[in-house]
């Protein structure tokens, strides 16, 4: 017999929504839940309309991957206008903090307060921190600025994610992931391109600046088209967990940011900081044990699945995620392509990582098996890493594409799996938690990598530029500016030589580094427990068996 949606009414098995069909719609019961207690039908909410919702939704994933992706091909005029090259990296990293920050808040507080409103909420902050950053006028402003974004940021994918897991049950929302992970795709193929283009035929300003339209789009249809049950939990924040949080990534990305750069390792300050980070991580943990709505339930960790899934995100967050800012410092300042040829160049990454995460959902939604898919993206990542750091200024630009592709592709074959993972053994009354915990996981490993790469990167940098060049070529030129072909062309051309063989020295260390903890990653995956994806949310499945019961001794009667 029909299989039955969430609304009640009778579809056939197996579809999910296609741009060209009728278009549906779903009234998602309206719940009440404790903090202990299940998930109890008090009512109906209003018909969402299911086309709109998954464009808005759609728009938003692609604004919060366009901005990760765009602003990485004008970084390097960014710091050839304001300077800063020895702090550049905090244009990713604030946003990286502020987002990774506010994730696990936002699924939290999508749980408490409805995960409409804080969508809204997270999308209007994204919005002004676009605004404000499109306007800086110095590094420091800029840093502020994207401080703002990514606050908004850490709310649009947990919000989208939260969204779909409400709607839908595991299998059904894998179609949904899927649709997602193309347009994920599309925007990390489009971001180097439209950054460059945007870079060299207006200004480095309007990357920021393009998301307004976007998210101006998202905000209508979402305000509109979009009703999810009423939320009827008590709201007990977790202010104490939410702040020993904040302060312990804090306290890890600066220790990772300076050490190295501004202070050796075993300076106090980066000794400070690294124990004051694990100490209040500790501090965190024994908060959380105690609060009745915690940021992170700790009860999540019992299951294997989702403790694996959030290992392997940090570790793919620390690689895949933490590399693309260096990618396109080798490609603009080594092989000197300007940011439009950059982000063409970066264009064949992009595509693997497309076709790896299409292809990879798509099989995992005709599974429902989705264990290997980690597994094998940690082991060609090592493969990847490897070869990317045996590039110099020798290397031919086709053989960098080449590997930059098997680095793309290791990148998205672990994009959606580990959310499918993770929502697929949860109870719906954490899904807004799960989500953020995954996502927040992958955050937290992208900050680090960020910091961490950057700074070994700029410790050899400073090493090999001192080595390499002449004394004094470039007195009275500002190295942060080298970065810019402008400033590179000016040179001579031994010295501009020695610059880019500097470049690419310093960003072998770089990759190598990515190698063990891509090797750890492979060994978490290894340990994942191969389940099918269910049909029903976790708990739902009892009655689910006796609705079908009823309907086959009536059907039989």
């Given at each position: 017999?029909?299989?039955?949606?969430?609304?009640?009414?009778?579809?056939?098995?197996?579809?999910?929504?296609?741009?060209?069909?009728?278009?549906?719609?779903?009234?998602?019961?309206?719940?009440?839940?404790?903090?202990?207690?299940?998930?109890?039908?008090?009512?109906?909410?209003?018909?969402?309309?299911?086309?709109?919702?998954?464009?808005?939704?759609?728009?938003?994933?692609?604004?919060?991957?366009?901005?990760?992706?765009?602003?990485?091909?004008?970084?390097?005029?960014?710091?050839?206008?304001?300077?800063?090259?020895?702090?550049?990296?905090?244009?990713?990293?604030?946003?990286?903090?502020?987002?990774?920050?506010?994730?696990?808040?936002?699924?939290?507080?999508?749980?408490?307060?409805?995960?409409?409103?804080?969508?809204?909420?997270?999308?209007?902050?994204?919005?002004?921190?676009?605004?404000?950053?499109?306007?800086?006028?110095?590094?420091?402003?800029?840093?502020?600025?994207?401080?703002?974004?990514?606050?908004?940021?850490?709310?649009?994918?947990?919000?989208?994610?939260?969204?779909?897991?409400?709607?839908?049950?595991?299998?059904?929302?894998?179609?949904?992931?899927?649709?997602?992970?193309?347009?994920?795709?599309?925007?990390?193929?489009?971001?180097?391109?439209?950054?460059?283009?945007?870079?060299?035929?207006?200004?480095?300003?309007?990357?920021?600046?393009?998301?307004?339209?976007?998210?101006?789009?998202?905000?209508?249809?979402?305000?509109?088209?979009?009703?999810?049950?009423?939320?009827?939990?008590?709201?007990?924040?977790?202010?104490?967990?939410?702040?020993?949080?904040?302060?312990?990534?804090?306290?890890?990305?600066?220790?990772?940011?300076?050490?190295?750069?501004?202070?050796?390792?075993?300076?106090?300050?980066?000794?400070?900081?690294?124990?004051?980070?694990?100490?209040?991580?500790?501090?965190?943990?024994?908060a959380e044990r105690r609060a009745p709505e915690p940021v992170i339930p700790l009860h999540l960790f019992r299951d294997s699945t989702f403790s694996v899934s959030v290992l392997v995100s940090v570790a793919a967050g620390i690689v895949f995620l933490g590399s693309v800012n260096f990618l396109a410092?080798?490609?603009?300042?080594?092989?000197?392509?300007?940011?439009?040829?950059?982000?063409?160049?970066?264009?064949?990454?992009?595509?693997?990582?497309?076709?790896?995460?299409?292809?990879?959902?798509?099989?995992?939604?005709?599974?429902?098996?989705?264990?290997?898919?980690?597994?094998?993206?940690?082991?060609?990542?090592?493969?990847?890493?490897?070869?990317?750091?045996?590039?110099?200024?020798?290397?031919?630009?086709?053989?960098?594409?080449?590997?930059?592709?098997?680095?793309?592709?290791?990148?998205?074959?672990?994009?959606?799996?580990?959310?499918?993972?993770?929502?697929?053994?949860?109870?719906?009354?954490?899904?807004?938690?799960?989500?953020?915990?995954?996502?927040?996981?992958?955050?937290?490993?992208?900050?680090?990598?960020?910091?961490?790469?950057?700074?070994?990167?700029?410790?050899?940098?400073?090493?090999?530029?001192?080595?390499?060049?002449?004394?004094?070529?470039?007195?009275?030129?500002?190295?942060?500016?080298?970065?810019?072909?402008?400033?590179?062309?000016?040179?001579?051309?031994?010295?501009?030589?020695?610059?880019?063989?500097?470049?690419?020295?310093?960003?072998?260390?770089?990759?190598?580094?990515?190698?063990?903890?891509?090797?750890?990653?492979?060994?978490?995956?290894?340990?994942?427990?191969?389940?099918?994806?269910?049909?029903?949310?976790?708990?739902?499945?009892?009655?689910?068996?006796?609705?079908?019961?009823?309907?086959?001794?009536?059907?039989?009667?």
């Open positions: 017999m029909p299989h039955r949606s969430d609304a009640g009414r009778p579809r056939p098995a197996g579809r999910g929504w296609h741009p060209l069909q009728p278009e549906r719609r779903i009234t998602v019961p309206s719940r009440t839940t404790g903090a202990d207690g299940p998930l109890t039908t008090v009512g109906s909410a209003p018909e969402t309309r299911i086309k709109p919702v998954i464009t808005a939704c759609m728009l938003a994933v692609f604004l919060a991957m366009l901005d990760s992706q765009i602003v990485a091909t004008a970084l390097p005029r960014i710091v050839g206008d304001l300077g800063g090259l020895d702090v550049f990296a905090w244009v990713t990293t604030a946003y990286i903090i502020a987002a990774s920050v506010t994730t696990p808040v936002y699924g939290k507080l999508g749980d408490l307060f409805g995960r409409k409103k804080i969508f809204l909420i997270s999308v209007t902050v994204f919005l002004a921190g676009s605004a404000l950053s499109g306007a800086a006028q110095s590094m420091d402003q800029l840093i502020l600025f994207r401080t703002v974004q990514g606050i908004g940021a850490g709310g649009l994918f947990v919000s989208v994610l939260a969204i779909i897991g409400e709607l839908f049950n595991p299998r059904e929302a894998a179609k949904y992931f899927n649709l997602f992970g193309i347009v994920f795709a599309l925007a990390a193929l489009a971001g180097p391109a439209v950054g460059g283009a945007l870079t060299d035929l207006l200004s480095w300003h309007w990357v920021f600046l393009i998301n307004l339209p976007v998210g101006i789009v998202v905000l209508v249809l979402v305000s509109t088209c979009l009703h999810l049950p009423r939320a009827d939990r008590v709201a007990r924040i977790d202010y104490t967990g939410f702040v020993l949080l904040s302060a312990a990534i804090v306290a890890l990305t600066l220790a990772a940011s300076w050490g190295g750069v501004k202070y050796e390792w075993l300076d106090w300050r980066i000794l400070g900081l690294a124990v004051g980070a694990v100490l209040l991580a500790v501090a965190f943990v024994a410092i080798y490609i603009q300042v080594v092989t000197g392509a300007s940011p439009t040829m950059s982000g063409v160049v970066l264009l064949p990454m992009m595509f693997g990582l497309v076709a790896s995460s299409v292809v990879s959902g798509a099989a995992i939604t005709k599974t429902g098996r989705y264990k290997w898919y980690p597994v094998l993206s940690m082991a060609t990542g090592i493969v990847g890493a490897l070869l990317l750091a045996t590039m110099d200024t020798g290397t031919p630009r086709t053989v960098v594409i080449a590997y930059m592709l098997v680095f793309g592709v290791a990148a998205g074959l672990n994009m959606q799996v580990l959310t499918m993972a993770a929502q697929n053994t949860a109870p719906r009354d954490d899904i807004g938690a799960v989500h953020a915990t995954v996502s927040f996981a992958r955050q937290l490993g992208t900050t680090v990598g960020i910091s961490l790469f950057a700074s070994i990167f700029y410790n050899r940098l400073t090493e090999e530029i001192a080595d390499r060049t002449p004394p004094g070529a470039l007195r009275g030129i500002d190295h942060d500016a080298l970065s810019s072909t402008e400033t590179l062309d000016r040179l001579a051309e031994p010295v501009r030589n020695a610059v880019e063989q500097s470049y690419a020295a310093a960003l072998t260390p770089v990759f190598l580094t990515a190698v063990p903890v891509l090797l750890l990653g492979l060994l978490a995956a290894l340990t994942m427990k191969n389940l099918p994806l269910r049909g029903e949310h976790q708990g739902e499945e009892h009655q689910a068996g006796n609705h079908r019961e009823h309907e086959r001794a009536a059907e039989e009667s």
